[in-house]
């Protein structure tokens, strides 16, 4: 399965991508619109790049042209998707089936829930796509899954239903249990839960759930900004 990384143009920690980078292989290296400037500044190179370039400097667009080898598409900024949709479409065309973006948060709560639907919409066309930060892994998912305690990003395993109810939903290895329940779109039950045992599963029979995993800034030793 090929897998992407993409570049948004949210605030990305440097010394967390760079980390993060050196631990998983990308066949793809997408940037889209400001993300450009992180990879410049980094000397990460793009596969490919995206956007409609309103908030990447024109000198950052300049330097990845001048490379002469590098896809760059271009869009006007009246359009019906956002940058990170038209990132996220892009990977899936090149065939990938695991999708990470980081500069995907950050500061403006409304780029985030956007980026949070657009995990749904790369699941409709068989993809799973993963918002990363120091502070949360998240992702949708649609059948049920497993969580290994020493591999969970963080303390905190949040759930979510999304675009509608999730029915069936049971919880076993987690400090507050469920059997069976019906979570509904506007329902925050799900929040802050933890693993207890070796193994944690989430199992439903129907809908969507977000799966955000997370950690307090006290347990990464600085504060979420």
Known sequence: MERAVIFGGGD???DFALAFLNKKEFRYRIGADRGIRF?????????????DFDSAGREDLEYFQRDGSIPIRAFQPEKDVTDAQIAV?????LGCGEIWM???MGCRADHLLANIRLLGLALKKGAVCYLIDPW?????ADSS???????QFGRYVSLFALGGQVTGLTLTGFKYPLSDYTMAGDDPLGVSNE???EKAKISFRSGVL???ESRDHADHGERCR
């Open 12 to 14: 990305i920690d440097r």
């Open 39 to 51: 990879m410049r500044e980094q000397g990460v190179r793009p596969t490919h790049i995206v956007g």
């Open 89 to 93: 479409d892009l990977a899936i065309e």
């Open 102 to 104: 980081l500069g995907g």
């Open 136 to 140: 949360n892994k998240i992702r949708a």
């Open 145 to 151: 899954l497993s969580l290994a305690e020493e591999e």
């Open 195 to 197: 693993i207890v045992a």
């Open 210 to 212: 977000i799966v955000a």
